[in-house]
């Protein structure tokens, strides 16, 4: 049970490491690539501590200690970067989504202390909005444009990919894919103020006829 309490972590509604899309796999591979990487790291540490404590009598003596100088701190470090480097730059696509169609567009607009969401059709027309409930349609990539009304905050939803600011006056954007159903759960992840506690919304992940249904739905309630 101590084994598997750890793991628990790694799953649930605002887990990066229960990726939801391909964003978020990205993010997720690289975490997983510097945690196996500095895993492999701190035990050959050990090991060579180990060795230097029980190798024997004369345990200052080295034969050419140059080796462990030039291996240790002038080769290793540069390999397991330049990985790391490459990795990275290999998975940026991924996380961004730039080179990709986008199939639908969201204005996120950040309020102390809620989430206001904007539909828009491919004419560019508003078709609905929502407070604190986002939904996506499944397999389909989506363009957020995310702002603020009052001070910065930040549009992140784990499982889906990385986050982004909402900056007053200011439009970024984000693109995302969900192709994951299942709860997931979206934040602020900047300090805005007393309510920060309580900025977060649910994610809703429909097919695209329960996506369109429930936009219809939002467009005659209002809310």
């Not at 995310?146 to 992140?156: E, R």
Request: overall charge positive; aromatic content about 8%; some cysteine.
């Amino acid at each position: 049970m101590a084994v598997l309490a750890p793991l628990a972590g790694c799953t649930g509604p605002q887990s990066t490491l229960d990726p939801a899309g391909p964003a978020a796999e990205a993010i997720a591979g690289i975490w997983w690539a510097m945690f196996w990487g500095a895993l492999a790291v701190w035990m050959l540490v050990m090991a060579l501590v180990t060795w230097a404590l029980y190798r024997g009598r004369n345990t200052r003596a080295l034969a050419k200690p140059q080796r462990l100088i030039v291996g240790g701190g002038l080769v290793l470090p540069p390999v397991l970067l330049a990985g790391l480097l490459v990795h990275g730059s290999v998975s940026s696509a991924r996380i961004t989504g730039l080179d990709r169609e986008v199939d639908a567009r969201v204005d996120v607009i950040a309020e102390r202390w809620r989430w206001r969401f904007r539909y828009f059709d491919a004419q560019g027309g508003v078709v609905a909005e929502s407070l604190d409930v986002l939904s996506l349609p499944r397999g389909r990539r989506v363009e957020f444009r995310v702002t603020s009304t009052d001070v910065i905050h930040s549009f992140w939803i784990p499982r889906l990919g990385g986050k982004v600011d909402a900056i007053p006056g200011r439009i970024n954007h984000l693109r995302l894919r969900a192709d994951r159903g299942g709860r997931i759960r979206g934040q602020c992840a900047e300090y805005c103020g007393t309510g920060h506690t309580v900025m977060a919304f649910d994610v809703l992940v429909h097919d695209e006829t329960a996506h369109a249904a429930w936009l219809a739905r939002q467009a005659e309630t209002g809310r």
